[in-house]
């Protein structure tokens, strides 16, 4: 078989907006709000920025409040339909920390911060990557219907599977300021500014 | 917030035996069987060089049976936990199409091949990439009980879901031949020679 032509390797960047967009928060935020008014904060200028969707999330020790990694959805910029929120944020913690297992022994208990449920994929995504923690803005059919994004099917169960996991769940955490980054999305989608990617999206689903 | 330490990029990159691999292989694989069976040969590899877990994946045009991409598990190569062949393979695809979207219009339909069901990430990732259509070698408890890995919920609907979303499921593609590399996988953990690095299935799993 001639691979000549085959790709090697993938990758994604981080925009330089995010690291300027950090610089004037605190080194420690010590409250589930103040982790997640700053996803809400990088949400928001994600798609306005046109990297890819209304997603932010952070990696978080638990304990000390201190931010392992930042991260948008960046399916747009990068070109790979995995890129979300979650995924993104959860490898740059990984290449920061040196190692797939964010739970490893030793080091200090680590969460996931997110503006809503996962999707099918990064909730399975979630699953594998050592966090002891999960913490979101909120679940429901709000999220599709604002931003017209198919989240695929999650099982009824998905918070107790985390739980049985040793993953504890944070529900309703700034719900409504979610759902008011989403509105702004949905509108700009109306206006023709911004683009739902979902590959399968188009008349797939009943809205 | 002093973002010096902070990850802003992460990648992934295919070890130099997958290329050597594929030397031998025709450039058109007509049937699902000859895609399934070189599926089996990466992942019987893979494990064996401690690239990752024993599974591999395709992404294979349908009808010309040319090949887009090959990638296998490298979760311990990358210290990615995302790393799985499906999520690999997918990236690699779409890197070389150079877009997020493998079902774009006016591209030959795509489809994923891959030598069990995916998990519950890698179900996710499979839907939003864009491919037509999914071949497995098999599903069921067997991976689990031969692997020790932990797949996660996945719904018991899950290939009805796939077809909703315009991805058509082909099933039990070389199945006892996949149960085979399992099983030497398992072998080679009980020997002490291979990881299982699902970051939660430490006791949280009845196998």
Chains 1, 2 share one sequence.
């Not at 594998?128 to 909120?138: E, K, M, N, P, Q």
Request: with cysteine; aromatic share 8%; proline share 3%.
């Amino acid at each position: 078989m001639d691979t000549s032509a085959f790709a090697t390797s993938f990758r994604a960047d981080l925009p330089a907006w995010v690291s300027d967009e950090l610089a004037d928060v605190p080194d420690v935020l010590a409250t589930d709000e103040e982790r997640m008014a700053l996803v809400h904060r990088l949400a928001a200028r994600n798609f306005r920025e046109k990297t890819g969707g209304p997603f932010a999330a952070l990696v978080v020790e638990t304990e000390t409040g201190r931010v392992v990694s930042a991260g948008v959805n960046l399916v747009l910029a990068s070109g790979l339909s995995m890129a979300h929120a979650e995924v993104v944020t959860l490898a740059l913690a990984q290449t920061r920390v040196g190692g797939w297992d964010l739970g490893a022994e030793g080091a200090p208990a680590r969460e996931l911060v997110v503006n809503w449920r996962p999707c099918a994929q990064c909730y399975g995504a979630t699953l594998w990557s050592g966090v002891r923690r999960l913490v979101v803005a909120g679940e429901g059919p709000e999220l599709e219907h604002l931003t017209k994004f198919d989240e695929g099917p999650v099982r009824e169960d998905w918070a107790e599977q985390f739980e049985e996991r040793g993953i504890t769940v944070a529900k309703d955490v700034l719900r409504d300021e979610a759902l008011a980054v989403f509105a702004d999305y949905g509108r700009s989608i109306d206006a023709g500014e911004s683009v739902v990617y979902n590959a399968r999206a188009q008349g797939a689903i009943d809205l």
